[in-house]
């Protein structure tokens, strides 16, 4: 599967890693399997684009569907990799990354503004089974929002189980994000966007 350069903020420190492994080894009945620490956060862009002022225009539904791929997904490598010499200590055989909490979908508008849009929701696509949707987080406001929309999940998602899913898909397609519109007038230009992805990591130590 293509993926493309990816935006990250690391998430873990070897001062944090390294006292949560001494803690754990020196506590009795720690072993494979052992103590969860986190969370520690991790972002990155999942996708970006252009709302075309047209699509604004009057209809009988005042709602409005984009579908975007979803290239940017990382893999669980990708994620496990950040432990991985962390300030030239490999951690990676102490750790391992055990669940990845949703916290929030950040939406940027890079040009223009949201201030026609009232509702917006973000759902995720799995490559290969679309109709195995996920709802990402969702956000309203009567009057309109402004250059960023914020969506929180109204439940729990753990984006491990999806990366785990993707990297266990043999396909060639990427998995996509759909946002869904509502929206009161027309804005003055294109709206331009970035979608980022913001994620709590747990880490599970074993020895």
């Known amino acids: 599967m293509m993926r493309r350069n990816m935006t990250k903020t690391a998430f873990l420190t070897a001062g944090t890693l390294l006292c949560a492994a001494c803690a754990a080894f020196f506590t009795p009945g720690c072993g494979a399997g052992g103590p969860e620490v986190g969370p520690f956060r991790y972002e990155f862009t999942a996708t970006s684009g252009t709302l075309l002022r047209g699509l604004f225009l009057p209809k009988e539904a005042l709602d409005l569907r984009v579908t975007r791929d979803f290239c940017d997904m990382p893999s669980e490598d990708e994620v496990q990799s950040h432990l991985t010499e962390v300030s030239g200590f490999d951690v990676s055989r102490l750790v ?78 990427c998995p996509k994000l759909r946002i869904e519109m509502a929206f009161d007038g027309l804005p003055s230009i294109d709206i331009a966007y970035q979608v980022d992805v913001v994620l709590d990591a747990y880490a599970q130590l074993s020895f």
């Open 96 to 173: 391992r990354i055990s669940r990845l909490e949703l916290v929030e979908m950040v939406v940027t508008a890079t040009s223009g503004s949201f201030d026609v849009v009232t509702q917006m929701s973000v759902y995720y696509l799995p490559a290969g089974d679309p109709a195995g949707e996920v709802l990402l987080g969702t956000a309203s406001s009567p009057t309109g929002f402004g250059d960023t929309i914020v969506l929180v999940p109204s439940e729990r998602v753990d984006f491990l189980e999806l990366i785990q899913e993707n990297d266990a898909y043999a396909g060639s397609e």
